[in-house]
């Protein structure tokens, strides 16, 4: 199958509202991450907290679906003319043709953390206005998205930790090359919660501090939140020199614990080789590796491991959740939009926060941006339970 189009994409988180603020961030190496103030959490961390997702109104026939996430999600589906783009692929290819593939960790369980705190005090029954299937549950994200919409196609939820959003990239594709659909909105959400805050605290990995992915001094990560899509379609047969092109994907599941990567960067290596094999480039070829890079001790030395084994010392790379923090489900289409801007905008960028790089990587790791022409990047997304997804984009010209 031909590489497919990225025929327009957005994204929001910390770092700033849409594709002119996320790539003002990357170019001045601002970071979005402040001190935790978000609800009633106690907790010494920071975190990437988009600004006003309170204030966004769902549309009325959407009401059922008002939550953090599905209101994050239409903050993003509003920007970058990326609405325009996809009801333009509707009216082209028909809304049964047009799937929706997005993915989340933890959805909309805000929803149900603060129904909790309204139980009956008798009975303990949730509130008659909590709706679990519109807000909570995993594929709440994928059905607001495809009513938001009006399509009919396929509709996907991924929830595979914190590669979910790469890896429907993977998802789509196939559906593609079956002849399943024309075009495919792919992305991924995914909103701040008690539940990951302290949950990832009960695990020691938080940061007392914004994240410094690859440090040497490097504690734990930061939570964040975002919301990014993508359009997925066939090639036309003319593209703008600057087009982003879906190269290759790469998956796996190596599946060494429920928590720890596996030690050596196995199934983190084998996503990486896949991906490059499906693109037909070798390691060489890649200008440009957006790391999963969650500044935890353990996941650092994995993926960098993995990296050294496979691209060598010269591959230059970084992680970007210094600048929005770790955003979970959302952190593959969030990582791959700013692969997109890479591209377009030859910028090389650099970790936001790391300031010495852990010597025992040995990876290329960028602590200054760089600007250069840029033709291939990878991009990586790890999760629990050994998940692993690479993509591979390219430009067109």
Do not use: W
Request: charged share 20%.
């Amino acid at each position: 199958m031909k590489a497919l189009h990225l025929s327009s994409f957005t994204a929001t988180s910390a770092m700033g509202r849409g594709l002119a603020q996320t790539l003002d961030a990357l170019r001045q190496r601002r970071s979005g991450l402040l001190p935790c103030a978000f609800d009633d959490v106690d907790l010494k961390t920071c975190i990437g907290q988009v600004a006003d997702v309170d204030a966004v109104k769902l549309p009325p026939r959407l009401a059922a679906f008002d939550c953090r996430n599905n209101r994050l999600a239409q903050l993003a589906l509003e920007q970058d003319g990326f609405a325009t783009a996809v009801r333009t692929a509707s009216e082209r290819y028909g809304a049964l043709r047009v799937g929706v593939f997005v993915g989340t960790s933890t959805a909309g369980i805000l929803q149900t953390e603060l129904a909790y705190r309204r139980r009956d005090p008798l009975t303990g029954a949730l509130p008659a206005d909590f709706n679990y299937r519109g807000t909570h549950s995993t594929f709440s994200v994928g059905d607001f998205t495809r009513r938001y919409f009006d399509l009919t196609g396929p509709a996907v939820v991924v929830s595979s930790a914190c590669s979910s959003s790469a890896k429907v990239f993977g998802s789509a594709r196939r559906m593609l090359a079956a002849g399943l659909i024309d075009a495919a909105v792919v992305g991924g959400v995914d909103s701040l919660c008690l539940t990951t805050l302290y949950g990832f605290n009960s695990l020691g990995l938080l940061s007392d501090q914004a994240c410094r992915p690859f440090d040497e001094h490097r504690n734990g990560i930061s939570i964040g939140e975002a919301a990014a899509f993508a359009l997925l379609e066939r090639q036309p047969d003319h593209l703008a020199a600057d087009a982003v092109l879906l190269l290759g994907v790469g998956e796996s599941s190596d599946a060494y614990h429920i928590s720890s990567p596996h030690p050596e960067g196995l199934g983190a290596r084998m996503a990486m080789q896949d991906a490059l094999t499906m693109a037909g480039l070798r390691p060489a070829d890649i200008d440009y590796i957006n790391l999963h890079g969650t500044a935890t001790q353990s996941n650092d030395e994995a993926e960098g491991k993995a990296v050294m084994s496979l691209f060598g010392p010269d591959t230059p790379c970084s992680s970007t959740k210094g600048a929005s923090g770790h955003t979970l489900g959302a952190a593959g289409g969030l990582e791959a939009v700013i692969c997109a801007l890479a591209l377009q905008h030859g910028l090389l960028p650099a970790g936001v926060n790391t300031t010495r790089n852990d010597p025992r990587l040995g990876v290329n790791y960028l602590l200054t941006n760089r600007e250069q022409a840029v033709s291939h990047v990878l991009s990586n997304s790890f999760g629990f339970g050994g998940t692993n997804c690479s993509l591979v984009f390219g430009k067109a010209g």
